[in-house]
């Protein structure tokens, strides 16, 4: 709540202004009433056409001024709401983007996605809402009560009265329908969330034939919510008959008794039509505070959770004082692009056991590190450590000879390309989602990352070629087309590391092995890293790690494993023929 309230302290000056103008039409307003108990007591009873001429042009103006300070009291209000809102929002996607994946899976994705949006939106209503009424309601109220005791203090009783009828009326909403505004939000969250996951699974759904489940499941949720709109709806709608009941009932009350009152010569006609007017104000007033009472806790609620977001602390950060990687041409050959971990250890945040323990091993530049592991084994989390994506916990990793923690970010991971495990594309064209790698990129360097990708021949297939648009995610695209525009993105980089997580397996045989020999030709010097699960994939490798359970289980050639690793000599017989078997002993 006081972080978002941070964001408002720019617009102070906005604020006052508004205050000025909404306290100059609250006047106006209060005026006016005066004004027309002058216009019938002293023109029209007394018959004095030029009286009501003048008086009438004063309440003409008036009004006027009152339209006047209202729009400027709205459109500063708005200013203020939607301007605050873009700086939340600003902050939000900051703060996002600064995110490890830690804090993003604490939060989970779709969570953040309504906090800057549908959270955001809240609080600028309410922003909106509150300017404008929490500071004219109280001025107006007051002014009101000031000014019907003015006009007549025998009369006052029937304010009194009212407002007693009011008070009563806004506690039984509270008690009523105020509980029920949040169990209405947590409502709608499960028909929300029902909805999201029928959509991400649709395939699933149909595959396994649950339509009926999942149609009960929302069905469900559904008549839930309803019967909660049809009660709190049902509950306001009798709300405003009944305001509109005292109003008039007060109303009644207050020409009753001020008839008696002009009969005995006590209050002229004009005064107990102002006095109407006024005691009305006052009504309206009170329920306009009231309505702000109800908006502000509905906000503050997605203001605690757009706070959350904003407040948490960055468990990946640069260091204060980051090493300045020497340039690439300085390094020495040995060092370009050399990964090495030193007994690194790493659990999830969360995690009871270690999702990696005593990794070390050198992955030398120019050749190829293969890992090989069964699912779970811990692949991805070795490799998410590179880009420090994650930190290690104990132990260090380092990239040319450097802790990947004591480098800026964005310094690192320039020298890496990252083919991920569940590949990404973005909604524009081929093109564009290769310039992802290198904005600076040519078009002969494009063309050569996707020859090396052997993604040239379905890319010119298509009859737009590299102008080909692609859907959000990349769903217009195969799973092997997609993986080969990954790889490309990443080449077109021509990082001194390039690591691929799995990113082979939706590629038959015969494009995996033209797509590995191509890489060995055209991107030289450069330190692979291969995470596959076929052995014919990475037999070739240069240095071969075999994972399990977190742990290394096995380290060298094809080979050497193959004599001296008990699960990589499986791993293989369950893959490899008789004869690709003695070609690697051979
Ligand atoms: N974000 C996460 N939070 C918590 N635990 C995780 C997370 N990601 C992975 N794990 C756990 O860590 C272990 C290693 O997962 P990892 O993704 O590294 O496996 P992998 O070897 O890449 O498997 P695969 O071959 O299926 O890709 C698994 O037991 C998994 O359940
Ligand atoms: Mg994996």
């Known amino acids: 709540m006081k972080t978002v309230l941070g964001y408002y302290k720019k617009y102070i000056p906005f604020v006052c202004i508004i205050l000025l103008v909404l306290f100059g039409q609250v006047m106006c307003e209060l005026l006016l009433p005066t004004y027309m108990s002058d216009i019938i007591d002293n023109g029209i009873v007394a018959g004095d056409m030029d009286h009501i001429k003048h008086v009438g042009l004063i309440m003409i103006g008036v009004a006027f001024a009152a339209v006047v300070f209202s729009v400027t009291g709205s459109l500063f209000a708005s200013m203020t709401a939607a301007k605050s809102a873009r700086n939340i929002r600003k902050a939000l996607f900051t703060k996002v983007t600064s995110f490890s994946r830690a804090e993003i899976e604490r939060f989970s994705a779709a969570s953040l996605i309504t906090r800057s949006t549908n959270d955001v939106q809240m609080i600028q209503q309410a922003t909106v809402m509150c300017l404008r009424m929490m500071i004219f309601a109280p001025i107006m109220g007051i002014g009101a009560v000031f000014m019907a005791l003015k006009t007549s203090v025998s009369l006052s009783w029937t304010v009194g009265l009212a407002l007693i009828c009011v008070c009563g009326l806004m506690v039984f909403s509270f008690v009523a ?36 489940f999942e149609q009960e499941r929302f069905d469900k ?241 298509k009859p737009d070629g590299f102008d080909t648009e692609i859907a959000q995610g990349g769903s217009n695209v195969s799973g092997g087309q997609k993986q080969r525009l990954c790889i490309a993105r990443a080449l077109v980089r021509k990082p001194e590391i390039l690591i691929f997580d799995d990113s082979f397996s939706a590629l038959d045989f015969a494009t995996d092995k033209a797509l590995r020999r191509a890489l060995r030709q055209k991107a030289t010097g450069s330190t692979f890293i291969i995470v596959a699960q076929r052995i014919n994939t990475i037999m070739d490798a240069d240095q071969i790690i075999v994972l399990e359970n977190g742990r290394i289980a096995g380290k060298g050639t094809h080979k050497e494993l193959m004599e001296q690793c008990s699960i990589y000599n499986e791993i293989a017989r369950s893959q490899l023929s008789k004869e690709e078997l003695e070609r690697g002993r051979a």
């Not at 006024?278 to 505070?289: E, N, T």
């Open 177 to 212: 329908i105020f509980p029920r505004f949040k169990k209405m939000q947590e409502k709608l969250d499960r028909v929300n969330l029902i909805m999201k996951e029928r959509l991400s699974g649709t395939l699933v759904v149909r595959a396994f034939r649950t339509e009926a």
């Open 221 to 461: 949720a559904n008549v839930d919510l309803t019967k909660l709109y049809i009660f709190v709806n049902k509950c306001l709608s009798f709300l405003l008959p009944t305001m509109t009941l005292i109003m008039s009932g007060v109303g009644i009350l207050i020409i009753w008794v001020g008839a008696h009152l002009i009969d005995a010569h006590q209050l002229m006609i004009g005064d107990l039509l102002a006095y109407l007017q006024y005691a009305m104000h006052v009504i309206m007033s009170f329920m306009f505070v009231t309505m702000i009472f109800v908006m502000i806790p509905r906000a503050a609620v997605s203001a605690k959770r757009v706070g959350e977001v904003i407040d948490t602390a960055v468990s990946i950060e640069d260091p204060e004082h980051p090493m300045q990687l020497p340039d690439t041409s300085d390094l020495s050959a040995e060092l370009r692009g050399k990964i090495e971990f030193i007994d690194v250890a790493f659990a999830y945040p969360d995690a009871e056991e270690n999702a990696l323990e005593d990794i070390s091993f050198v992955a030398e530049p120019g050749k190829t590190t293969a890992i090989i592991g069964g699912t779970g084994c811990g692949k991805s989390t070795l490799i998410n450590l590179i880009p420090r994506f994650y930190d290690a916990a104990q132990g260090q990793v380092l990239v040319d000879g450097v802790d990947v923690r004591q480098l800026r970010q964005t310094d690192l991971r320039q020298r890496i390309g990252l083919v991920p495990q569940k590949g990404t594309l973005f909604s524009g064209t081929i093109e564009s989602n290769l310039l992802y790698g290198d904005a600076d990129a040519t078009e002969e360097e494009l063309e050569l990352a996707a020859e090396i990708a052997q993604a040239t021949g379905f890319i010119n297939e």
